[in-house]
């Protein structure tokens, strides 16, 4: 059997972060763990002391088929509790993917690992539902008077390859420079994100603004799966704020992932502190494109 076949096209929930294929990119090893029953499939790893979904990946827990039937999630569960609590971890920690992504809207898995004592850590994210958005129409009056702003001004968008050296190297700049502001490093080296872009090309894509062909603004966007699509590393040049690159380019990547008819277009989270504070301003951000509120969920059980 391929699992990276199966994860990507006939699983209910499975995602790009599900896959070896992903996961064996990684320059950091972990000590990975594929558990595995008829219809049902998770790699695991192990991280101080726990047993985790994979610590490289934004999304992890079993992948399963539309076939399988709660009694089987039960029983899963139940053999990853029997199996770590046998190798003397001290629980289990796993995130699972937004249902945005999941092929059929279904809630037996989060109720089996619920009836398996697992508290659930909910974080608010935020998507944009591709199919009927009507572009600049669907904004907010100001998201859409910053969106002109920035037509008027000449501003252009474009994908870059991962081959484009160049041009990678100034959306990493420009995406430290943004991240410096905050006193956080970027997740991934330059040269992580460029062997990600050869590597998976058609999974990780990585978009830019440009005003008189300097890069102003960027983001790393990643396709899950064929449900939908999500942002990652979303970044501007604060000396061209002015002419709200960041507005012209989510237009950019809602009328590009549109045409590629996805349906979802993911912008992450808007919490801190594991969902415990809201940031109010980011979220309306998000809003104002037409975003509405989408729950991700943590689910850990300590012994």
């Not at 029997?82 to 059929?104: C, H, Q, T, Y």
């Not at 012209?248 to 919490?271: A, F, P, V």
Request: aromatic content about 14%; glycine content about 10%.
């Amino acid at each position: 059997m391929d699992l990276d076949k199966f994860i990507m096209q006939d699983s209910v929930n499975g995602t790009i972060f599900h896959t070896s294929k992903f996961l064996s990119y990684h320059f950091y090893k972990f000590k990975d763990v594929l558990f595995g029953v008829k219809g049902i499939y998770c790699t695991m790893a192990e991280q101080d002391g726990m047993l985790v979904s994979h610590p490289g990946s934004s999304y992890g827990g079993p992948v399963f088929a539309p076939s399988v039937r709660y009694s089987d999630l039960y029983s899963f569960i139940s053999m990853l509790v029997r199996d770590s609590k046998k190798n003397g971890l001290a629980g289990i920690r796993m995130r699972l993917a937004p249902k945005v992504f999941w092929r059929e809207q279904r809630d037996d898995l989060d109720f089996a690992l619920l009836q398996h004592g697992f508290s659930s850590e909910e974080e608010l994210s935020s998507a944009i539902y591709l199919p009927t958005h009507k572009g600049s129409m669907d904004f907010s009056s100001s998201a859409r008077g910053s969106y002109v702003k920035g037509v008027r001004a000449g501003l252009t968008s474009r994908e870059i390859g991962g081959r484009d050296s160049d041009q990678m190297a100034r959306f990493y700049l420009l995406l430290k420079q943004n991240l410096k502001k905050h006193d956080v490093t970027p997740t991934h080296t330059l040269i992580e994100l460029i062997a990600l872009r050869e590597m998976l090309p058609e999974y990780f894509r990585f978009h830019q603004v440009f005003f008189e062909g300097k890069i102003i603004a960027g983001s790393m966007v990643v396709v899950c799966n064929d449900q939908g699509v999500h942002t990652f590393y979303l970044c501007q040049d604060y000396d061209y704020q002015k002419l709200r690159p960041m507005n012209y380019l989510m237009y950019s990547l809602i009328k590009t992932y549109q045409g590629y008819g996805y349906k979802y277009l993911n912008l992450g989270i808007s919490t801190e502190d594991s969902g415990k504070t809201l940031n109010g301003g980011l979220l309306r951000f998000k809003e104002g494109f037409g975003a509405k509120g989408v729950i991700r969920r943590t689910y850990t059980l300590k012994y």
